[in-house]
């Protein structure tokens, strides 16, 4: 069974920096098209940066220039540099995969299996 493990999330200063792991288990990351998404407390689910079917990294427009999604196949782990955070980057993070390649890569609709979510809180 596909299993995903977030680490990396904490409490930082708007301006601080976090990264983000995602732990992949039963199946090589490599053969998976995979993404991060965020849940805010207004309880809304979006696309944070996820890997196209030609390996490039997409982003959503708020986070662009500031985070880095990125993955090691050797550990079977992918990664979310998160940089110059702001208070409205609070959220709780998932990564997900699907084995499928997604209509959009950045809808979180379109991806099968989710890992449980790391919480990041940004004050101000």
């Known amino acids: 069974q596909v299993q995903l493990v977030e680490s990396g999330g904490g409490s930082v200063q708007a301006g601080g920096s976090l990264r983000l792991s995602c732990a992949a288990s039963?199946?090589?990351?490599?053969?998976?098209?995979m993404g991060w998404f965020r849940q805010t407390p207004r309880n809304e689910r979006e696309g944070v940066a996820a890997f196209d079917r030609y390996g490039r990294a997409r982003y959503a427009d708020s986070v662009k220039g500031r985070f880095t999604i990125s993955k090691d196949n050797a550990k079977n782990t992918l990664y979310l540099q998160m940089n110059t955070l702001i208070p409205e980057d609070t959220a709780m993070y998932y990564c997900?995969?699907?084995?499928?390649?997604?209509?959009?890569?950045?809808?979180?609709?379109?991806?099968?299996?989710w890992g449980q979510g790391t919480r990041v809180t940004v004050s101000s």
């Open positions: 997900a995969a699907t084995p499928n390649q997604p209509l959009s890569e950045l809808l979180h609709s379109n991806y099968n299996y």
């Open positions: 039963a199946y090589a990351i490599s053969n998976y098209y």
